[in-house]
């Protein structure tokens, strides 16, 4: 007989920083059931985009790869199954070949953004590379992660919340940003529309508007 049926709250597993979906997973007997949005969860109020929706499709998928697989020359059907101590035997020696200069590692971007930012796998290999003395590349998409780098240079992520841009802002400008993949900041975005706030989130029309101001030199310059 089939037992109960458990539901687990957790955190949409995609990660697309800083959105973080809250989610729920039926689970029964060990088997994952299905996933849908927290209606609870004060963020997201249960909203799952396309993507969190079908990552139920990770867990159990006869497709996903369990086991090492390597190849000597590039064709497709070059993959042969290996055991991991061979894959392992392997890539020791070919790092062991090249030496720790000419070595660069490069965790992949699942790696390190698929739970929920602890990055450990990503982590634990940037350990190594210290150890060892090679490179480590930081693998963040480039779209979210300079977008982020951005956000930190000029002091919003310090001074702002989208909460207080959805309460205070009179000019907001989305610049090159992606909607679709922000949905939790786009709720806030209509709540200072409805205010009567300016938004311009097509960077063509943001550009067309900044043309018209003073340079930020000329600025500084009437201030002092
Ligand atoms: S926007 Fe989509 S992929 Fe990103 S955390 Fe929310 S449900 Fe997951």
Redesign the pocket.
């Known amino acids: 007989m089939a037992g109960p049926i458990r539901t687990i709250p957790t955190m ?1 597993p ?3 920083l800083p ?3 809250g989610m729920l997973v039926d689970v029964q007997d060990g088997e994952l059931l299905g996933v849908r949005g927290d209606k609870d969860n004060p963020d ?1 109020q249960g909203f ?2 396309v ?2 929706q079908a990552s139920r499709q990770i867990i159990g998928n006869p497709k996903r790869l369990l086991k090492p697989l390597i190849r000597e020359h590039r064709s497709d059907d070059a993959w042969q199954e290996v055991s991991w101590d061979e894959a392992l035997d392997l890539t020791a020696g070919r790092i062991a070949a090249a030496g720790r200069e000419a070595t660069a590692l490069w965790s992949g971007h699942g790696n390190l953004a698929n739970n929920s930012g602890l990055s450990v796998g990503s982590q634990m290999l940037a350990r190594f590379a210290n150890l060892y003395g090679c490179q480590n590349w930081n693998p963040a998409m480039i779209c979210w992660g300079l977008g982020g780098f951005g956000a930190g240079l000029t002091g919003a992520l310090k001074i702002n919340t989208k909460e207080d841009m959805g309460a205070n802002a009179e000019f907001i400008v989305l610049w090159g940003a992606n909607l679709a ?1 922000q ?1 939790n900041t786009a709720r806030y975005l209509m709540a200072a529309k409805k205010r009567g706030a300016r938004t311009m989130i097509d960077r063509a029309e943001a550009n067309r508007w900044f043309e018209g101001l003073p340079r930020f030199e000329s600025r500084t310059e009437a201030t002092a």
Do not use: E
């Open positions: 949409c995609m990660n697309c959105t973080l979906c997201s799952l985009c993507r969190g993949s949905p």
